[in-house]
């Protein structure tokens, strides 16, 4: 699959023209910065979390993104109840394995919530793919102890198993579907510095799914449009802080013009 300039500006005016309706059940320490994000890029983000309503919220929404993050019982239950209506009503899913490999509870969630029902796209570091894949590797915390290289190999392993793009995140993006690798090598190295740009880049892929069908493409799209607004936003921020200010800027603001002359996605 070809990623161009111009497909992925498609998208961008896609979301910006039609605001999806993107359904998070995420975390605490994200719900803020993912939601702000959403709403730069263009989309109408909701976190619903309450068993009473998810279905409904789910039934009214183009993509449903799950998030680990902030782990307990009530909201796993929310979480599957969430994914099975969503499947039933043809709405794709993004999965993110926050911290999977640093507990047992957190990989046996993940494996819960595959069994739940079909996920269009998962999306991690290296580490977390790497111990949802059962490979032994473990988490510092949140925060992957593996390059995103190095979980390429289990990424194609879990697209087999679970029919689901698999997006590994790192200094690389890797986008894994049957034979097809898509590399992303947009970003900048203070992103990592700034908590929730992870589960930003998740609910970012939410918001590309509920505008495209092909997960491929909407995983290296979201890649792309967040690595070039780190980019344009690193070139202004001074340290974290006023890193994630201009990235909702970026984000707001990007132009054709600008992904043209930055993308750097190779296949």
């Known amino acids: 699959m070809k990623i161009t300039a111009q497909s992925v500006w498609a998208d961008v005016l896609a979301i910006r023209n039609q605001a999806p309706l993107v359904h998070n059940i995420t975390n605490y320490v994200v719900m803020n910065t993912t939601a702000n994000a959403l709403l730069a890029i263009g989309a109408s983000p909701v976190m619903a979390h309450a068993q009473e309503e998810v279905s409904d919220m789910v039934g009214i929404a183009r993509a449903l993104v799950i998030n680990i993050g902030t782990l307990s019982e009530p909201w796993i ?3 599957q109840k969430a994914m099975i209506q969503a499947s039933i009503c043809g709405i794709p899913i993004v999965l993110d394995p926050v911290g999977a490999g640093a507990t047992p509870y957190r990989t046996e969630t993940v494996q819960k919530l595959l069994s739940a029902a079909p996920v269009a796209i998962i999306r991690g570091n290296a580490s977390e793919i790497m111990a949802i894949q059962a490979t032994g590797a473990q988490t510092k915390g949140v925060d992957s102890l593996m390059t995103s290289r190095s979980a390429v190999t289990a990424a194609l392993e879990l ?20 034979n097809t690798v898509i ?6 190295a203070l992103m990592p510095r700034v908590t929730g740009l992870g589960c930003t880049a998740s609910a970012l892929c939410g918001a590309f799914l509920a505008v495209n ?3 491929v493409a909407a995983a290296a799209h979201a890649m792309t449009v967040m690595g070039i607004a780190g980019e344009l936003a690193a070139g202004q921020a001074s340290g974290p802080g006023t890193l ?14 600008e992904i043209a002359s930055r993308i750097n996605v190779a296949s």
């Open 159 to 178: 697209n087999r198993q679970n029919d689901a793009v698999v997006c590994v995140t790192g200094e690389t993006d890797y986008i894994v579907s049957g």
């Open 183 to 188: 590399r992303v090598t947009n970003g900048h």
């Open 213 to 215: 069908p092909s997960p």
């Open 244 to 257: 994630q200010l201009h990235f909702l800027d970026r984000m707001y603001t990007l132009s054709e013009a």
């Open 77 to 79: 239950q929310s979480m």
